[in-house]
């Protein structure tokens, strides 16, 4: 069984950082795309980011472009999602998601990131 | 970026009854490899998305089979054959061919 589990949202003051990291099971992890989507509360889904399977090449929706900063280990089954100078409309439930071409094919549970003062 | 478009938001229905959900895109979601990216999911109350189905009409596994999608260019249906009680919940269209993926707005089923 696939398994995604986020970890390390918590609340922070806008303009610090924080890590989330997703440990991912029952598949393997060094073979597929990863993504991060997030979704503020009552709102749709947003794409954030995304690495290819072995790391060399990052995406990123262009609100967090400069901030945000992706990576994988995948001697660990982890991603990873590097936050910086986080504002209040980075609030959000964030997601690991495991994606093939052109489809998400499961998702975590969420950890949520709150940015306030 | 494509943008989707979902109709209705806000989907009252009966149970037993049929129920549709539009999703249009400002660009065809076919890719080069000549398959059309687009997919549902469902979130329900409290949990994440689950796709429901892929490449337009491909239903997942463990989907129940009154869950069906269709469509072409730039038009799709997530149909319902007989809404349940364990359908409420908010729908999403997603496109995946051209990059960022997009999503839409979401509908909100729920029982009238």
């Known amino acids: ?117 | 970026d494509v943008v989707m478009t979902q109709s209705p938001l806000s989907l009252p229905v009966t149970l037993g009854q049929p129920a549709s959900i539009s999703c249009r895109s400002s660009q065809s979601p076919e890719y080069s490899d000549g398959n059309t990216y687009l997919n549902w999911f469902q979130q329900r109350p409290g949990q994440s998305p689950r796709r429901l189905i892929y490449k337009v009409s491909n239903r997942d596994s463990r989907v129940p089979d009154r869950f069906s999608g269709s469509g072409s260019g730039t038009d799709f249906t997530l149909t319902i054959s007989r809404v349940e009680a364990e359908d409420v919940g908010i729908y999403y269209c997603m496109q995946g061919a051209q990059w960022p993926v997009t999503f839409g707005q979401g509908t909100k089923l729920e029982i009238k």
Request: aromatic share 12%; charged share 20%.
């Open chain 1, 1 to 117: 069984e696939v398994q995604l589990v986020e970890s390390g949202g918590t609340l922070v003051q806008p303009g610090g950082s924080l890590r989330l990291s997703c440990l991912a099971s029952g598949f393997t992890f060094r073979a597929y795309s990863m993504h991060w989507v997030r979704q503020a509360p009552g709102k749709e889904l947003q794409y954030v980011s995304a690495i290819n399977s072995n790391g060399d090449r990052t995406f990123y929706t262009d609100s967090v472009k400069g901030r945000f900063t992706i990576s994988r280990d995948n001697s660990k089954s982890t991603l990873y999602l590097q936050m910086s100078s986080l504002r209040p409309d980075d609030t959000a439930l964030y997601y690991c998601v495991r994606a093939e071409t052109g489809t998400y094919n499961d998702w975590g549970q969420g950890t949520l990131v709150t940015v306030s003062s």
